[in-house]
């Protein structure tokens, strides 16, 4: 089987992975503390009111004005959105924003993630995800007779292709959500999408946005329990033949001593896809490799924790069948017997 290659250094194999985590491995916060370092990076008082009578607390900067009003005002006129209170994080591909869901939904806090623009997002070669996938358009469900022109469209990069891979990039995000969530995963719950943004589930309180767990430092009795629920949720992703592939400390978020995974819209097809062993191997290479750091008295007695490679294989075993390794050598068996 052929490695993967990866062109943008956010995509690393399960040895690099290590390497790369114990470079820039931080200062951990101290475990009473953990909110202090959390930042908030905007936060205003005064209400302000957008086109169209949407008021919002927080004060986008000018660039990001047109984008966010965009964005946010279908959830505004259907009733579900109230205001937008903070920016919680700016990440490569995405703003998220802490908001208040209208009062008659009963969510209280809800964070919507907003997309950014082709033209200021940071494209990650994200072929290698949608490789086996199929595309989704705007209500989720994929495409049906224009499925060849869109893939083209896509390939060749035009401006129709470019806004159908965003859209179907957005709510491979929001249906997986919906599907992890329908079956009692840890995952936000998925309040509604629109063309580029989606309204979820917010974990944190009115000031603090929850922390991901590589910005905590866990107590070593939480460690096997917290390890054990991860693991729970990427088999239940493998039962239902995906696989998240960019999983990490980072894109698990931890509040109240429970965690919950996000950032979802690269998920891939566990059997359409070639390389989905290898992105389940590094995803589950980054979480024992953080379970062993931060737990050493523990990784002592997890087996598991030290051996990623065999974890993954057991559990494609499990829920995939045999795996890309195996496949090679029955196939290779087959047709040496076909030439006798
Ligand atoms: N439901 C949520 N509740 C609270 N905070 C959230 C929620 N979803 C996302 N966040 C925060 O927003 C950040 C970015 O979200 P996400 O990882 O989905 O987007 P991204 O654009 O892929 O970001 P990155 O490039 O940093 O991975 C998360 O690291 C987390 O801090
Ligand atoms: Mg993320």
Known sequence: MTAIR??????????QAERGARRHRKP???????QAS??????AVDPIELEGGFVTTY?????????????????YNRGLLS??????????EANVYRCRAHPDTGLGLVAAKVYRPHSLRQMRNDQVYRQGREILTPNG??????????AHAIQKKTAYGREAAHTSWLMHEFTTLQTLYGSGGAVPYPV?????????????????????????????????????????????????????A??????????????????????????ANRQAYDILERDIARVCGYFARHAPRDAARRGDWRDPRGLTGRLWRRYIGQTPLERDVSEARLYREDEI
């Open 83 to 92: 205001d937008v209170l903070a920016i919680i994080k700016g990440g490569k």
């Open 38 to 43: 959390r930042a908030v990076l905007t936060e």
């Open 141 to 150: 469900r994929p495409v049906g007779k224009e499925a060849e022109r869109m």
């Open 59 to 75: 004060r986008p900067s000018r660039h990001e004005w047109g984008w966010l009003l965009q964005s946010l005002e279908d959830f």
């Open 246 to 271: 960019d999983l990490s400390a980072y894109n698990i978020l931890y509040w109240e001593g429970e965690i919950t995974l996000i950032d979802f819209p690269q998920v891939v097809d566990a059997a």
């Open 192 to 244: 509604a999408a629109g063309p580029n943004a989606l309204l979820m589930s917010y974990l944190g309180d009115e000031k603090l946005p929850a922390p991901s767990l590589h910005e905590v430092a866990i107590e070593s009795d939480e460690a096997g329990p917290l390890f054990d629920e991860v693991l729970r949720n990427i088999e239940l992703m493998l039962s239902h033949g995906i696989v998240h």
């Open 28 to 34: 951990r916060p101290n475990p009473h503390d953990r």
């Open 6 to 15: 990866y062109d943008d250094d956010d995509l690393y194999l399960p040895a």
